[in-house]
């Protein structure tokens, strides 16, 4: 089986890798292996790492974050989805805290949806009808709110990941994840 993701479609074609030097994407998907996945790859190996979708359905990932530098945005792949995980600039920070809640369509303080202020980290998937938003590339837009933007009916995510102009209902859901140590973090 097959797992791709490309932007604006869930089952789009195989994700690029952009070029090492640029310094604000990464692109890695994780494996589990058994009940608890560590293993790292890049896409075009995920077809031959690929474990079985119920193996999935069971697995926690976990993401070392200590290679993401600040600015960069990784996704992997977390039963089957996409998991969105941003090293946010104090910048996305300072803008996501300084939002009114009753501006949002989707009322969430960004304390509640971060372990820590730097990591956001979440589901890749709008909430609209399931389009994966664009945002993670270099070169992407980011939407009006300098987060994601999903394309396929114009939805506009925040740097909290929160929906705020779009068809959208929701914000894109943060999973269950902990951090394991100062730079590991296991999802599900
Ligand atoms: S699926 Fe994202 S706006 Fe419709």
């Not at 999935?56 to 290679?67: K, M, N």
């Not at 939002?99 to 971060?114: F, I, N």
């Not at 396929?152 to 209902?169: E, L, N, Q, V």
Request: charged fraction near 25%.
């Amino acid at each position: 089986m097959s797992e791709t993701a490309d932007a604006g479609h869930p089952t789009g074609g195989v994700a690029e890798i952009d070029e090492p030097t640029r310094r604000d994407f990464l692109l890695w998907s994780t494996i589990a292996v058994g009940g608890v996945g560590t293993a790292i790859a890049v896409w075009p190996f995920i077809d031959q790492m690929n474990p079985a979708a119920d193996t999935l359905a069971l697995a926690s990932t976990e993401v070392d974050l200590s290679q993401i530098e600040v600015g960069q945005s990784i996704t992997v792949i977390w039963r089957g989805k996409p998991v969105f995980i941003r090293h946010r600039t104090e910048e996305e920070i300072k803008e996501a805290e300084s939002v009114e809640l009753s501006a949002l369509p989707d009322p969430q303080a960004d304390a509640d949806r971060v372990e820590k202020p730097e990591w956001l980290v979440m589901v890749g998937v709008c909430t609209h009808l399931g389009c994966i938003p664009l945002g993670q590339k270099p070169g992407d837009s980011k939407g009006d709110f300098g987060g994601w933007f999903c394309p396929c009916h114009g939805s506009h995510y925040d740097t909290s990941g929160r929906i705020r102009k779009g068809p959208a209902p929701a914000n894109l859901p943060v999973p269950a994840y902990e951090f394991t140590d100062d730079t590991n973090i296991r999802i599900g």
